[in-house]
Protein backbone atom coordinates (compact mmCIF):
# COMPACT_ATOMS: atom_id res chain seq x y z
CA UNK A 1 0.00 0.00 0.00
CA UNK A 2 1.15 3.71 -0.86
CA UNK A 3 1.16 5.36 2.33
CA UNK A 4 0.39 9.27 2.26
CA UNK A 5 1.88 11.85 4.74
CA UNK A 6 -0.61 13.93 6.67
CA UNK A 7 1.31 15.75 9.35
CA UNK A 8 -1.00 17.36 11.52
CA UNK A 9 -0.93 18.63 15.36
CA UNK A 10 2.87 18.91 15.29
CA UNK A 11 6.40 19.52 13.83
CA UNK A 12 6.94 17.43 10.98
CA UNK A 13 10.63 15.98 9.99
CA UNK A 14 13.11 18.44 9.93
CA UNK A 15 14.78 17.63 6.44
CA UNK A 16 18.10 20.29 6.79
CA UNK A 17 21.15 18.46 7.74
CA UNK A 18 21.50 21.12 10.20
CA UNK A 19 18.41 19.59 11.82
CA UNK A 20 18.74 15.88 11.74
CA UNK A 21 17.45 13.33 13.95
CA UNK A 22 14.15 15.18 14.46
CA UNK A 23 10.91 12.85 15.10
CA UNK A 24 8.51 12.35 12.07
CA UNK A 25 4.97 13.52 13.13
CA UNK A 26 2.70 12.25 10.88
CA UNK A 27 -0.97 10.37 9.68
CA UNK A 28 0.49 7.29 7.95
CA UNK A 29 -2.63 6.30 5.37
CA UNK A 30 -3.14 2.83 4.36
CA UNK A 31 -6.70 1.11 3.48
CA UNK A 32 -5.51 -1.18 5.95
CA UNK A 33 -5.20 1.58 8.84
CA UNK A 34 -4.16 4.71 9.37
CA UNK A 35 -1.41 5.80 12.21
CA UNK A 36 -2.10 9.28 14.01
CA UNK A 37 1.10 10.80 15.95
CA UNK A 38 1.16 14.63 17.27
CA UNK A 39 2.99 16.15 20.53
CA UNK A 40 1.70 18.01 23.11
CA UNK A 41 3.29 20.13 25.94
CA UNK A 42 4.33 17.66 28.95
CA UNK A 43 1.74 18.45 30.99
CA UNK A 44 -0.50 17.19 28.41
CA UNK A 45 -3.36 14.44 30.34
CA UNK A 46 -4.66 13.47 26.80
CA UNK A 47 -5.37 13.14 23.30
CA UNK A 48 -8.44 12.39 22.01
CA UNK A 49 -8.77 11.83 18.20
CA UNK A 50 -12.29 11.74 16.83
CA UNK A 51 -12.76 10.87 13.22
CA UNK A 52 -16.17 12.36 10.74
CA UNK A 53 -18.08 11.33 7.71
CA UNK A 54 -18.08 15.45 6.54
CA UNK A 55 -15.67 18.08 7.03
CA UNK A 56 -18.01 20.43 9.10
CA UNK A 57 -21.22 18.69 10.29
CA UNK A 58 -22.30 15.48 11.87
CA UNK A 59 -21.27 13.76 14.98
CA UNK A 60 -17.65 11.78 15.07
CA UNK A 61 -17.99 8.21 14.06
CA UNK A 62 -15.22 6.88 16.29
CA UNK A 63 -13.60 8.39 19.41
CA UNK A 64 -10.04 7.04 20.02
CA UNK A 65 -7.51 7.83 23.33
CA UNK A 66 -4.11 8.03 21.98
CA UNK A 67 -1.16 6.97 24.04
CA UNK A 68 1.85 8.59 25.24
CA UNK A 69 4.98 7.33 23.91
CA UNK A 70 8.63 8.80 23.68
CA UNK A 71 9.88 12.69 23.82
CA UNK A 72 11.06 13.96 20.21
CA UNK A 73 14.13 15.53 20.41
CA UNK A 74 12.83 19.11 21.98
CA UNK A 75 11.41 17.21 24.80
CA UNK A 76 7.56 17.00 23.93
CA UNK A 77 5.82 13.84 24.63
CA UNK A 78 4.43 12.22 21.53
CA UNK A 79 0.95 10.67 21.49
CA UNK A 80 0.05 7.85 19.24
CA UNK A 81 -3.05 5.39 17.77
CA UNK A 82 -3.49 3.18 15.03
CA UNK A 83 -7.07 3.47 13.73
CA UNK A 84 -8.04 0.20 11.94
CA UNK A 85 -9.89 0.39 8.34
CA UNK A 86 -9.98 2.23 5.05
CA UNK A 87 -10.31 6.16 5.94
CA UNK A 88 -9.60 7.78 2.94
CA UNK A 89 -12.00 10.50 2.76
CA UNK A 90 -12.72 10.65 6.22
CA UNK A 91 -11.77 13.82 8.78
CA UNK A 92 -10.27 14.13 12.26
CA UNK A 93 -10.04 16.39 15.13
CA UNK A 94 -7.60 16.51 17.63
CA UNK A 95 -8.96 17.42 21.66
CA UNK A 96 -5.73 17.74 24.45
CA UNK A 97 -6.67 17.91 28.02
CA UNK A 98 -4.50 20.24 30.42
CA UNK A 99 -5.76 20.80 33.74
CA UNK A 100 -8.49 18.11 33.75
CA UNK A 101 -9.73 19.84 30.48
CA UNK A 102 -10.20 19.41 27.39
CA UNK A 103 -9.36 22.44 25.24
CA UNK A 104 -11.61 22.06 22.29
CA UNK A 105 -11.38 20.29 18.43
CA UNK A 106 -8.85 21.54 16.05
CA UNK A 107 -6.60 19.49 12.85
CA UNK A 108 -3.61 20.12 14.91
CA UNK A 109 -0.94 22.59 13.61
CA UNK A 110 0.42 21.40 10.23
CA UNK A 111 -2.55 19.31 8.62
CA UNK A 112 -1.72 18.89 5.29
CA UNK A 113 -5.66 18.72 4.21
CA UNK A 114 -8.85 20.24 5.68
CA UNK A 115 -12.64 20.32 5.04
CA UNK A 116 -14.30 23.54 4.47
CA UNK A 117 -13.28 25.88 6.81
CA UNK A 118 -10.15 24.31 7.70
CA UNK A 119 -11.80 23.28 11.46
CA UNK A 120 -10.94 19.33 10.36
CA UNK A 121 -8.40 17.45 9.06
CA UNK A 122 -8.69 15.43 6.16
CA UNK A 123 -7.33 11.51 5.29
CA UNK A 124 -6.48 11.73 1.62
CA UNK A 125 -4.33 10.29 -0.68
CA UNK A 126 -1.90 13.28 -1.57
CA UNK A 127 -0.42 11.44 -4.49
CA UNK A 128 -4.18 11.33 -5.86
CA UNK A 129 -3.83 15.16 -6.13
CA UNK A 130 -1.00 15.55 -8.59
CA UNK A 131 -1.89 16.46 -11.96
CA UNK A 132 -0.52 14.61 -14.58
CA UNK A 133 2.83 15.21 -15.76
CA UNK A 134 3.61 16.76 -12.05
CA UNK A 135 6.57 14.74 -11.10
CA UNK A 136 8.44 15.80 -14.39
CA UNK A 137 7.29 19.81 -13.30
CA UNK A 138 10.90 21.58 -12.32
CA UNK A 139 11.39 24.69 -11.28
CA UNK A 140 12.54 27.82 -13.98
CA UNK A 141 16.27 28.11 -13.60
CA UNK A 142 16.30 31.75 -13.56
CA UNK A 143 19.43 33.69 -11.41
CA UNK A 144 18.37 35.99 -8.81
CA UNK A 145 19.63 38.85 -10.38
CA UNK A 146 16.96 38.41 -13.58
CA UNK A 147 14.28 38.11 -11.53
CA UNK A 148 11.04 40.65 -12.29
CA UNK A 149 8.70 40.21 -9.47
CA UNK A 150 4.80 40.52 -10.14
CA UNK A 151 2.88 41.01 -6.88
CA UNK A 152 -0.99 39.92 -7.14
CA UNK A 153 -3.84 38.63 -5.33
CA UNK A 154 -6.39 35.66 -6.62
CA UNK A 155 -9.53 37.50 -7.01
CA UNK A 156 -7.83 40.73 -7.78
CA UNK A 157 -6.50 39.51 -10.56
CA UNK A 158 -9.43 38.01 -12.08
CA UNK A 159 -12.78 38.36 -10.75
CA UNK A 160 -13.66 41.24 -13.48
CA UNK A 161 -16.08 41.00 -16.37
CA UNK A 162 -12.87 42.29 -18.21
CA UNK A 163 -10.70 39.78 -17.51
CA UNK A 164 -12.18 37.38 -19.57
CA UNK A 165 -10.86 34.15 -17.38
CA UNK A 166 -13.42 31.55 -16.83
CA UNK A 167 -12.42 30.76 -13.22
CA UNK A 168 -12.76 34.11 -11.57
CA UNK A 169 -11.31 34.59 -8.02
CA UNK A 170 -9.75 31.17 -8.47
CA UNK A 171 -6.04 29.26 -8.60
CA UNK A 172 -7.25 27.91 -11.97
CA UNK A 173 -7.74 31.39 -13.27
CA UNK A 174 -3.59 31.05 -13.79
CA UNK A 175 -3.62 28.12 -15.29
CA UNK A 176 -5.71 29.76 -18.11
CA UNK A 177 -3.83 30.87 -21.78
CA UNK A 178 -5.07 34.22 -21.36
CA UNK A 179 -3.68 34.79 -18.33
CA UNK A 180 -0.52 33.05 -19.16
CA UNK A 181 0.19 35.39 -22.38
CA UNK A 182 -0.90 38.72 -20.74
CA UNK A 183 2.34 37.76 -18.16
CA UNK A 184 4.70 36.13 -20.81
CA UNK A 185 3.71 39.38 -22.71
CA UNK A 186 4.59 41.93 -19.94
CA UNK A 187 7.99 39.82 -19.58
CA UNK A 188 7.83 39.13 -15.48
CA UNK A 189 9.02 35.68 -14.74
CA UNK A 190 8.09 35.34 -11.36
CA UNK A 191 4.68 35.50 -9.57
CA UNK A 192 4.55 36.72 -5.92
CA UNK A 193 0.98 35.20 -4.68
CA UNK A 194 -0.43 37.03 -1.78
CA UNK A 195 -1.08 34.56 0.93
CA UNK A 196 -2.79 31.32 -0.30
CA UNK A 197 -2.60 29.18 2.62
CA UNK A 198 -5.73 28.58 4.56
CA UNK A 199 -6.89 31.85 6.31
CA UNK A 200 -9.54 32.16 8.87
CA UNK A 201 -11.72 34.84 7.52
CA UNK A 202 -13.60 34.20 4.58
CA UNK A 203 -16.04 31.27 5.18
CA UNK A 204 -15.86 29.30 2.57
CA UNK A 205 -18.85 27.40 3.19
CA UNK A 206 -20.81 31.11 1.69
CA UNK A 207 -18.49 32.63 -0.47
CA UNK A 208 -21.32 34.22 -2.50
CA UNK A 209 -21.22 36.32 0.48
CA UNK A 210 -18.40 37.97 -1.53
CA UNK A 211 -16.39 38.22 1.79
CA UNK A 212 -13.14 39.86 0.33
CA UNK A 213 -9.74 39.28 2.37
CA UNK A 214 -6.05 39.56 1.67
CA UNK A 215 -5.56 36.59 3.75
CA UNK A 216 -3.19 37.73 6.40
CA UNK A 217 -4.93 35.45 8.67
CA UNK A 218 -3.18 32.40 9.12
CA UNK A 219 -5.70 29.40 10.01
CA UNK A 220 -3.90 26.29 8.87
CA UNK A 221 -0.35 26.90 7.28
CA UNK A 222 0.41 23.74 5.00
CA UNK A 223 -3.01 23.82 3.46
CA UNK A 224 -3.58 26.26 -0.14
CA UNK A 225 -6.98 28.25 0.92
CA UNK A 226 -10.57 26.59 0.05
CA UNK A 227 -11.63 29.76 -0.81
CA UNK A 228 -9.68 30.46 -4.35
CA UNK A 229 -10.43 26.30 -5.20
CA UNK A 230 -13.68 25.70 -7.28
CA UNK A 231 -14.79 22.97 -4.34
CA UNK A 232 -13.93 23.92 -0.64
CA UNK A 233 -15.37 21.36 0.58
CA UNK A 234 -13.71 18.80 -1.22
CA UNK A 235 -10.16 18.60 0.48
CA UNK A 236 -8.46 17.31 -3.01
CA UNK A 237 -9.90 20.18 -5.32
CA UNK A 238 -7.87 23.22 -3.45
CA UNK A 239 -4.57 21.15 -3.16
CA UNK A 240 -5.00 19.32 -7.03
CA UNK A 241 -6.11 22.95 -8.63
CA UNK A 242 -3.21 24.77 -6.63
CA UNK A 243 -0.66 22.46 -8.23
CA UNK A 244 -1.97 23.02 -11.95
CA UNK A 245 -1.60 26.51 -11.10
CA UNK A 246 2.00 25.99 -10.83
CA UNK A 247 2.64 23.57 -13.43
CA UNK A 248 0.93 25.92 -15.66
CA UNK A 249 3.31 28.74 -14.75
CA UNK A 250 6.30 26.44 -14.79
CA UNK A 251 5.37 25.59 -18.10
CA UNK A 252 5.83 29.54 -18.72
CA UNK A 253 9.02 29.90 -17.34
CA UNK A 254 7.65 32.04 -14.67
CA UNK A 255 8.34 31.34 -10.54
CA UNK A 256 5.90 30.61 -8.40
CA UNK A 257 6.64 33.07 -4.86
CA UNK A 258 4.48 31.95 -2.06
CA UNK A 259 3.26 35.20 0.91
CA UNK A 260 3.89 33.63 3.97
CA UNK A 261 2.78 34.90 7.34
CA UNK A 262 4.29 32.74 10.06
CA UNK A 263 4.60 35.90 12.60
CA UNK A 264 1.22 36.03 13.83
CA UNK A 265 -2.12 33.80 13.86
CA UNK A 266 -5.55 35.07 12.88
CA UNK A 267 -5.69 35.26 17.01
CA UNK A 268 -5.09 33.47 19.97
CA UNK A 269 -7.46 31.46 21.39
CA UNK A 270 -8.58 30.11 18.19
CA UNK A 271 -5.09 29.15 17.05
CA UNK A 272 -4.31 25.94 16.31
CA UNK A 273 -1.12 26.41 18.18
CA UNK A 274 -3.31 27.44 21.06
CA UNK A 275 -5.39 25.26 21.23
CA UNK A 276 -2.53 22.43 21.05
CA UNK A 277 0.04 24.02 23.18
CA UNK A 278 -0.89 26.91 25.32
CA UNK A 279 1.34 29.71 24.93
CA UNK A 280 4.22 27.99 23.65
CA UNK A 281 4.25 29.52 20.23
CA UNK A 282 3.81 33.26 21.43
CA UNK A 283 5.50 35.84 22.79
CA UNK A 284 5.03 37.50 26.11
CA UNK A 285 5.88 40.71 27.85
CA UNK A 286 7.74 40.73 31.14
CA UNK A 287 4.29 41.43 32.59
CA UNK A 288 2.50 38.67 31.29
CA UNK A 289 0.78 40.26 28.30
CA UNK A 290 0.86 38.77 24.92
CA UNK A 291 3.69 40.63 22.85
CA UNK A 292 2.09 42.38 19.44
CA UNK A 293 5.15 42.87 17.06
CA UNK A 294 2.62 42.25 14.18
CA UNK A 295 0.18 44.72 15.16
CA UNK A 296 -2.13 41.81 14.95
CA UNK A 297 -2.49 40.88 18.53
CA UNK A 298 0.06 38.50 19.09
CA UNK A 299 3.51 37.53 17.31
CA UNK A 300 4.55 33.94 17.32
CA UNK A 301 8.20 32.89 19.24
CA UNK A 302 10.41 32.46 16.00
CA UNK A 303 13.88 32.05 18.37
CA UNK A 304 11.91 28.96 20.32
CA UNK A 305 12.97 25.98 18.50
CA UNK A 306 9.44 24.45 18.53
CA UNK A 307 8.77 27.49 16.25
CA UNK A 308 12.04 27.79 14.54
CA UNK A 309 11.52 23.76 13.52
CA UNK A 310 7.70 24.56 12.39
CA UNK A 311 8.23 27.47 9.99
CA UNK A 312 11.63 25.44 8.68
CA UNK A 313 9.69 22.18 7.75
CA UNK A 314 6.37 24.34 6.83
CA UNK A 315 8.78 26.28 3.92
CA UNK A 316 10.22 22.94 3.18
CA UNK A 317 6.47 21.47 2.61
CA UNK A 318 5.43 24.32 -0.02
CA UNK A 319 8.91 23.57 -1.82
CA UNK A 320 8.64 20.06 -1.67
CA UNK A 321 4.60 19.20 -2.28
CA UNK A 322 3.50 22.14 -4.37
CA UNK A 323 7.09 22.85 -5.66
CA UNK A 324 7.10 26.36 -4.90
CA UNK A 325 10.25 28.92 -6.03
CA UNK A 326 10.72 31.29 -3.16
CA UNK A 327 8.82 33.13 -0.39
CA UNK A 328 8.28 36.40 0.72
CA UNK A 329 7.89 36.74 4.59
CA UNK A 330 5.67 39.19 6.15
CA UNK A 331 6.94 41.10 8.73
CA UNK A 332 10.06 39.56 8.49
CA UNK A 333 11.73 41.85 11.21
CA UNK A 334 9.03 40.08 14.45
CA UNK A 335 11.66 36.69 13.33
CA UNK A 336 15.13 36.45 14.86
CA UNK A 337 17.90 36.15 12.03
CA UNK A 338 19.06 32.79 13.25
CA UNK A 339 15.78 31.23 12.13
CA UNK A 340 16.21 33.53 9.13
CA UNK A 341 19.87 32.04 7.99
CA UNK A 342 18.34 28.35 9.00
CA UNK A 343 15.48 28.68 6.55
CA UNK A 344 17.90 29.94 4.11
CA UNK A 345 20.18 26.76 4.80
CA UNK A 346 17.61 24.51 5.12
CA UNK A 347 16.21 25.34 1.22
CA UNK A 348 17.87 24.48 -2.24
CA UNK A 349 19.83 27.46 -3.92
CA UNK A 350 17.34 28.40 -5.76
CA UNK A 351 14.95 29.34 -3.57
CA UNK A 352 14.29 33.03 -3.38
CA UNK A 353 13.58 34.43 -0.28
CA UNK A 354 12.81 38.18 1.19
CA UNK A 355 10.55 39.62 3.22
CA UNK A 356 9.49 43.11 4.84
CA UNK A 357 12.25 44.13 7.12
CA UNK A 358 10.09 45.65 10.08
CA UNK A 359 7.47 45.02 12.10
CA UNK A 360 4.59 47.13 13.15
CA UNK A 361 5.53 47.13 16.85
CA UNK A 362 7.94 45.99 19.40
CA UNK A 363 9.01 42.74 19.06
CA UNK A 364 9.37 41.04 22.87
CA UNK A 365 13.07 40.25 21.82
CA UNK A 366 16.03 41.55 21.71
CA UNK A 367 15.89 44.19 18.60
CA UNK A 368 19.73 43.70 17.77
CA UNK A 369 18.71 39.93 16.89
CA UNK A 370 15.83 40.56 14.49
CA UNK A 371 15.18 40.43 10.79
CA UNK A 372 15.18 43.94 10.16
CA UNK A 373 16.26 46.00 6.85
CA UNK A 374 19.43 47.54 8.62
CA UNK A 375 20.58 43.56 9.45
CA UNK A 376 19.66 42.18 5.78
CA UNK A 377 23.70 42.15 5.77
CA UNK A 378 24.07 39.74 8.75
CA UNK A 379 21.21 37.29 6.35
CA UNK A 380 23.20 36.23 3.39
CA UNK A 381 20.77 34.78 0.39
CA UNK A 382 17.95 37.08 1.95
CA UNK A 383 16.56 40.02 0.75
CA UNK A 384 14.49 43.03 2.11
CA UNK A 385 12.10 45.47 0.40
CA UNK A 386 13.75 49.45 -0.17
CA UNK A 387 11.65 51.65 1.57
CA UNK A 388 13.78 54.06 0.91
CA UNK A 389 13.57 54.10 -3.04
CA UNK A 390 9.59 53.54 -2.41
CA UNK A 391 9.32 56.89 -0.32
CA UNK A 392 12.04 58.92 -2.23
CA UNK A 393 10.00 58.49 -5.21
CA UNK A 394 6.58 58.86 -4.04
CA UNK A 395 6.60 60.56 -0.07
CA UNK A 396 6.08 58.59 3.01
CA UNK A 397 4.02 55.77 4.01
CA UNK A 398 2.70 57.40 6.72
CA UNK A 399 1.33 60.77 4.92
CA UNK A 400 -0.99 59.65 1.70
CA UNK A 401 -0.80 63.64 0.60
CA UNK A 402 2.98 63.99 1.10
CA UNK A 403 4.77 64.14 -2.57
CA UNK A 404 8.38 63.39 -2.91
CA UNK A 405 10.66 63.27 -5.90
CA UNK A 406 8.29 62.44 -8.31
CA UNK A 407 6.29 65.59 -7.50
CA UNK A 408 9.51 67.90 -8.25
CA UNK A 409 10.39 68.42 -4.32
CA UNK A 410 14.01 68.59 -4.09
CA UNK A 411 16.43 66.74 -1.56
CA UNK A 412 15.69 62.95 -2.00
CA UNK A 413 18.20 62.42 -4.76
CA UNK A 414 20.67 60.40 -2.22
CA UNK A 415 17.96 57.97 -1.42
CA UNK A 416 16.99 57.36 -5.00
CA UNK A 417 21.08 57.00 -5.57
CA UNK A 418 21.15 54.57 -3.28
CA UNK A 419 18.22 52.31 -4.60
CA UNK A 420 19.53 52.47 -7.92
CA UNK A 421 22.90 51.16 -6.30
CA UNK A 422 21.07 48.46 -4.49
CA UNK A 423 21.45 49.36 -1.09
CA UNK A 424 25.31 48.69 -1.24
CA UNK A 425 27.86 50.50 0.11
CA UNK A 426 28.77 52.85 -2.69
CA UNK A 427 31.26 55.79 -2.75
CA UNK A 428 28.89 57.82 -4.31
CA UNK A 429 26.29 57.59 -2.34
CA UNK A 430 26.00 59.82 0.71
CA UNK A 431 24.18 57.77 3.45
CA UNK A 432 23.96 61.14 5.21
CA UNK A 433 21.57 62.36 3.02
CA UNK A 434 19.02 58.88 2.23
CA UNK A 435 15.61 59.23 4.29
CA UNK A 436 15.77 56.18 6.46
CA UNK A 437 19.02 54.13 6.21
CA UNK A 438 22.39 55.76 7.49
CA UNK A 439 24.18 53.23 5.96
CA UNK A 440 24.84 50.45 3.46
CA UNK A 441 22.66 47.26 4.45
CA UNK A 442 23.05 44.88 1.48
CA UNK A 443 26.38 42.59 0.69
CA UNK A 444 24.80 42.02 -2.55
CA UNK A 445 22.58 44.27 -4.90
CA UNK A 446 20.25 41.14 -5.06
CA UNK A 447 19.41 41.68 -1.52
CA UNK A 448 17.35 44.72 -1.69
CA UNK A 449 13.63 44.63 -3.61
CA UNK A 450 13.41 47.90 -5.59
CA UNK A 451 9.42 49.25 -5.81
CA UNK A 452 7.18 51.85 -5.91
CA UNK A 453 3.29 50.44 -4.87
CA UNK A 454 2.55 46.77 -3.04
CA UNK A 455 -0.50 45.21 -1.83
CA UNK A 456 -0.19 47.08 1.39
CA UNK A 457 -0.84 50.76 0.37
CA UNK A 458 -2.46 52.81 -1.93
CA UNK A 459 -1.27 51.74 -6.11
CA UNK A 460 0.83 54.56 -7.81
CA UNK A 461 -2.21 55.78 -9.64
CA UNK A 462 -3.68 56.86 -6.49
CA UNK A 463 -0.61 57.86 -4.75
CA UNK A 464 0.10 60.39 -7.46
CA UNK A 465 -3.41 62.21 -7.41
CA UNK A 466 -3.28 62.26 -3.25
CA UNK A 467 -0.11 63.48 -3.21
CA UNK A 468 -0.30 66.11 -5.99
CA UNK A 469 -3.33 67.72 -6.58
CA UNK A 470 -4.62 68.78 -9.74
CA UNK A 471 -2.03 66.15 -11.25
CA UNK A 472 -3.46 66.03 -15.29
CA UNK A 473 -3.90 62.70 -16.64
CA UNK A 474 -1.00 63.24 -19.02
CA UNK A 475 1.32 64.36 -15.72
CA UNK A 476 -0.44 60.70 -13.78
CA UNK A 477 1.09 58.98 -16.79
CA UNK A 478 4.17 60.52 -17.08
CA UNK A 479 5.48 60.63 -13.62
CA UNK A 480 4.20 56.94 -13.16
CA UNK A 481 6.11 55.55 -16.23
CA UNK A 482 9.19 57.61 -14.47
CA UNK A 483 8.52 56.15 -11.21
CA UNK A 484 8.80 52.62 -12.64
CA UNK A 485 12.09 53.44 -14.72
CA UNK A 486 14.01 54.49 -11.50
CA UNK A 487 12.68 50.73 -10.23
CA UNK A 488 12.99 48.34 -13.42
CA UNK A 489 16.41 50.04 -13.81
CA UNK A 490 17.67 49.89 -10.69
CA UNK A 491 20.33 46.96 -9.57
CA UNK A 492 18.04 45.46 -7.11
CA UNK A 493 15.71 43.47 -7.77
CA UNK A 494 12.46 44.62 -9.54
CA UNK A 495 9.15 43.90 -7.97
CA UNK A 496 5.64 45.61 -9.11
CA UNK A 497 2.24 45.36 -8.31
CA UNK A 498 -0.40 43.46 -10.46
CA UNK A 499 -2.03 46.17 -12.50
CA UNK A 500 0.05 48.59 -12.48
CA UNK A 501 0.45 47.90 -16.43
CA UNK A 502 -3.11 48.59 -16.63
CA UNK A 503 -2.92 51.78 -14.84
CA UNK A 504 -5.05 50.03 -12.26
CA UNK A 505 -6.35 52.21 -9.07
CA UNK A 506 -8.50 51.23 -6.02
CA UNK A 507 -10.82 54.42 -5.71
CA UNK A 508 -8.10 56.20 -2.97
CA UNK A 509 -8.37 53.25 -0.73
CA UNK A 510 -5.28 53.05 1.17
CA UNK A 511 -5.98 49.96 2.58
CA UNK A 512 -8.30 48.01 0.66
CA UNK A 513 -7.49 44.46 2.46
CA UNK A 514 -11.31 43.80 3.15
CA UNK A 515 -12.69 46.40 0.76
CA UNK A 516 -14.67 44.51 -1.99
CA UNK A 517 -14.39 43.57 -5.61
CA UNK A 518 -15.36 47.57 -6.95
CA UNK A 519 -12.30 48.19 -5.02
CA UNK A 520 -10.00 45.81 -5.52
CA UNK A 521 -10.28 44.52 -9.21
CA UNK A 522 -8.46 44.62 -12.31
CA UNK A 523 -10.26 46.68 -14.88
CA UNK A 524 -8.82 44.68 -17.84
CA UNK A 525 -10.65 47.34 -20.18
CA UNK A 526 -7.87 50.26 -19.64
CA UNK A 527 -4.73 47.57 -21.42
CA UNK A 528 -7.54 49.40 -24.10
CA UNK A 529 -7.79 52.84 -23.11
CA UNK A 530 -4.13 53.64 -22.14
CA UNK A 531 -2.08 50.90 -24.73
CA UNK A 532 0.95 53.11 -23.95
CA UNK A 533 1.15 52.52 -20.90
CA UNK A 534 1.12 48.51 -21.28
CA UNK A 535 4.15 48.82 -23.95
CA UNK A 536 5.94 51.22 -21.92
CA UNK A 537 6.08 48.45 -18.90
CA UNK A 538 6.78 45.70 -21.92
CA UNK A 539 9.65 47.51 -23.22
CA UNK A 540 11.10 48.38 -19.79
CA UNK A 541 11.09 45.00 -18.66
CA UNK A 542 12.69 43.55 -21.93
CA UNK A 543 15.14 46.45 -21.93
CA UNK A 544 16.20 44.95 -18.70
CA UNK A 545 16.43 41.89 -19.36
CA UNK A 546 18.07 42.04 -22.18
CA UNK A 547 20.84 44.74 -21.27
CA UNK A 548 23.11 43.44 -18.17
CA UNK A 549 23.94 46.54 -17.14
CA UNK A 550 20.92 47.34 -15.73
CA UNK A 551 21.32 43.74 -13.14
CA UNK A 552 25.31 43.50 -12.74
CA UNK A 553 23.90 41.34 -10.09
CA UNK A 554 27.66 41.43 -7.83
CA UNK A 555 28.25 44.17 -5.12
CA UNK A 556 31.80 45.05 -6.73
CA UNK A 557 30.77 45.34 -10.41
CA UNK A 558 28.15 47.77 -9.55
CA UNK A 559 30.60 49.37 -7.67
CA UNK A 560 33.21 49.86 -10.52
CA UNK A 561 30.57 49.92 -13.49
CA UNK A 562 27.63 52.18 -11.86
CA UNK A 563 29.25 56.02 -12.02
CA UNK A 564 26.65 58.51 -10.61
CA UNK A 565 26.48 62.24 -12.72
CA UNK A 566 26.05 65.09 -10.49
CA UNK A 567 22.89 65.19 -9.19
CA UNK A 568 20.05 68.04 -9.79
CA UNK A 569 17.00 69.36 -7.88
CA UNK A 570 14.62 66.34 -8.78
CA UNK A 571 17.27 64.75 -11.45
CA UNK A 572 19.28 61.85 -10.95
CA UNK A 573 21.53 60.84 -13.81
CA UNK A 574 23.98 58.21 -14.30
CA UNK A 575 26.09 56.37 -16.44
CA UNK A 576 26.73 52.47 -16.85
CA UNK A 577 30.25 51.95 -17.86
CA UNK A 578 31.79 50.01 -21.08
CA UNK A 579 33.18 47.05 -21.10
CA UNK A 580 30.27 44.71 -19.36
CA UNK A 581 30.17 41.01 -19.90
CA UNK A 582 27.38 40.00 -21.73
CA UNK A 583 25.87 43.76 -22.73
CA UNK A 584 26.24 44.67 -26.23
CA UNK A 585 26.31 48.49 -25.44
CA UNK A 586 29.07 50.32 -24.73
CA UNK A 587 28.33 53.41 -22.22
CA UNK A 588 24.54 54.07 -21.38
CA UNK A 589 23.44 56.89 -19.46
CA UNK A 590 19.73 56.90 -17.39
CA UNK A 591 19.03 60.07 -16.35
CA UNK A 592 15.54 60.39 -14.15
CA UNK A 593 13.84 64.37 -14.32
CA UNK A 594 11.05 64.99 -11.88
CA UNK A 595 10.90 68.21 -12.99
CA UNK A 596 7.86 70.28 -14.60
CA UNK A 597 10.86 71.68 -17.01
CA UNK A 598 12.97 70.17 -19.37
CA UNK A 599 16.80 69.74 -17.76
CA UNK A 600 20.07 69.77 -19.23
CA UNK A 601 22.70 67.46 -18.37
CA UNK A 602 26.20 67.00 -19.32
CA UNK A 603 27.97 63.54 -20.68
CA UNK A 604 31.24 62.92 -22.62
CA UNK A 605 31.27 64.58 -26.60
CA UNK A 606 29.86 61.94 -29.01
CA UNK A 607 26.33 60.51 -30.75
CA UNK A 608 24.74 58.75 -28.66
CA UNK A 609 21.24 56.66 -29.79
CA UNK A 610 18.20 57.53 -27.65
CA UNK A 611 16.07 54.21 -26.10
CA UNK A 612 13.89 55.99 -24.47
CA UNK A 613 12.41 59.35 -24.43
CA UNK A 614 9.33 60.95 -23.68
CA UNK A 615 7.21 57.81 -22.24
CA UNK A 616 8.53 56.01 -25.04
CA UNK A 617 11.32 52.87 -25.59
CA UNK A 618 12.70 51.34 -28.43
CA UNK A 619 15.86 49.63 -28.15
CA UNK A 620 16.38 49.99 -32.27
CA UNK A 621 16.63 53.52 -31.31
CA UNK A 622 14.24 56.86 -30.88
CA UNK A 623 17.26 59.15 -32.66
CA UNK A 624 19.97 60.62 -31.57
CA UNK A 625 21.72 63.05 -29.60
CA UNK A 626 25.01 64.80 -29.51
CA UNK A 627 27.35 65.49 -26.39
CA UNK A 628 28.41 66.86 -24.07
CA UNK A 629 24.80 68.51 -23.45
CA UNK A 630 22.12 66.41 -23.74
CA UNK A 631 18.72 67.90 -23.03
CA UNK A 632 16.00 65.81 -21.19
CA UNK A 633 12.09 66.06 -21.24
CA UNK A 634 10.27 67.12 -18.34
CA UNK A 635 8.57 64.37 -15.90
CA UNK A 636 10.45 61.63 -17.50
CA UNK A 637 13.30 59.20 -17.77
CA UNK A 638 15.81 59.30 -20.97
CA UNK A 639 18.13 56.74 -21.37
CA UNK A 640 20.83 56.62 -24.18
CA UNK A 641 24.42 54.46 -25.32
CA UNK A 642 27.29 55.05 -27.07
Not at 44 to 56: C, E, F, P, S
Request: aromatic share 10%; net charge negative.
Amino acid sequence: MKPIHMAIAAITALLAPAHAGAQQQTVNYSHDATTFQTITLSDAQAVKLRIYDNGQDGKPVKTVSLKKGATDKNGYPTWNAQVKGDLEGKFYTFDVKYAGKFRGECPGISAKAVGVNGRRGAVIDMASTDPEGWSSDQSPVIDARDLVLYEMHHRDFSIDPSSGLEHKGKFLALSEPKAIAHLKALGVNAVHMLPSFDYASVDESHLENNKYNWGYDPLNYNVPEGGYSTNPADPKARIREFKQMVQALHNAGIKVILDVVYNHTFNIDGSNFQIMMPDEFFRKNADGTYSNGSGCGNETASDRPVMRDYMIESVKYWVDEYHIDGFRFDLMGVHDIETMNAIREALPPHIYIYGEGWSAGSCAYDADKLGMKAAIYKMPGIAAFSDDIRDALRGPFSDDHQAAFLAGLPGHEESIKMGIAGAIKHPQVDFGKVNYSKRSWTLQPTQMISYVSCHDDMCLVDRLKSSIPGITMDELIRLDLLAQTAVFTSQGVPFMLSGEEMLRDKKGVHNSYESPDSINHLDWTNLEKYPQVFNYYKNLIALRQNHRAFHLGDAEMVKSKLEFLPSQDALVAYHLKSSIPGEPWNDIYVVLNANKSERTVTVPKGTYTVVCRNIAIDENGLGTVEGPTVKVPAQSAMIFHN
